[in-house]
T-cell receptor, first 113, second 112 residues
């Protein structure tokens, strides 16, 4: 089992370009999350999906959109990238039924020039 | 005031010593508390979770929770160089669907 996978691992964009970060999990978990991690800021929740077909905003949703394509896949889209979106992005899931452990993907390092 | 506060460090301890990492949180009704370890360039991995007041031990790790003081700590006994990493405190704040708030992390350096 791969757990949580993310693609790409690295990406460089120019301001105004768009891209989609992909996340997939093979653990059959319902909930999936997108975080960003910046130096000195900790992990901040962008969007989450409690189950297939639902998505909700987290702490820092501006400039992002998400799609819960199916139970396995949860994508994050930057429509018009800005330098402030330079960050490391992590996808994560929670283990049911007690939600006592969160599994993270390996991350995507994004630089916006 | 930050919702979850940690000293950024670095905290340097000699090999074999006890490392003590501290975290305070602002929301009194928080229910779940987690410690994650994150090696440089890697993703966070859960090492301890604690839900009730007192101590919880797992191998060389002990988590301590004091809800009255809104304080959670992680003790690492017999520290090893491989424990050198950033340790993230995370708290499940009231009112969200498993929406945890993370501290900024404490960098631990274990000196051989």
């Amino acid at each position: 089992n791969a757990g949580v996978t993310q693609t790409p691992k690295f990406q460089v964009l120019k301001t105004g370009q768009s891209m989609t970060l992909q996340c997939a999990q093979d653990m059959n978990h319902n909930s999936m999350y997108w975080y960003r991690q910046d130096p000195g800021m900790g992990l901040r929740l962008i969007y989450y999906s409690a189950s297939e077909g639902t998505t909700d905003k987290g702490e820092v949703p501006n400039g992002y959109n998400v799609s819960r394509l199916n139970k396995r896949e949860f994508s994050l889209r930057l429509e018009s990238a800005a330098p402030s979106q330079t960050s490391v992005y992590f996808c994560a899931t929670w283990t049911p039924p007690n939600y006592n452990e969160q599994f993270f993907g390996p991350g995507t390092r994004l630089t916006v020039l | 005031q930050k919702e979850v506060e940690q000293n950024s460090g670095p905290l340097s301890v000699p090999e074999g010593a006890i490392a003590s990492l501290n975290c305070t949180y602002s929301d009194r009704v928080s229910q779940s508390f987690f410690w994650y370890r994150q090696y440089s360039g890697k993703s966070p991995e859960l090492i301890m979770s604690i839900y009730s007041n007192g101590d919880k031990e797992d191998g060389r790790f002990t988590a301590q929770l004091n809800k009255a003081s809104q304080y959670v700590s992680l003790l690492i006994r017999d520290s090893q160089p491989s424990d050198s990493a950033t340790y993230l405190c995370a708290v499940n704040m009231a009112g969200g669907y498993q929406k945890v708030t993370f501290g900024t992390g404490t960098k631990l350096q274990v000196i051989p």
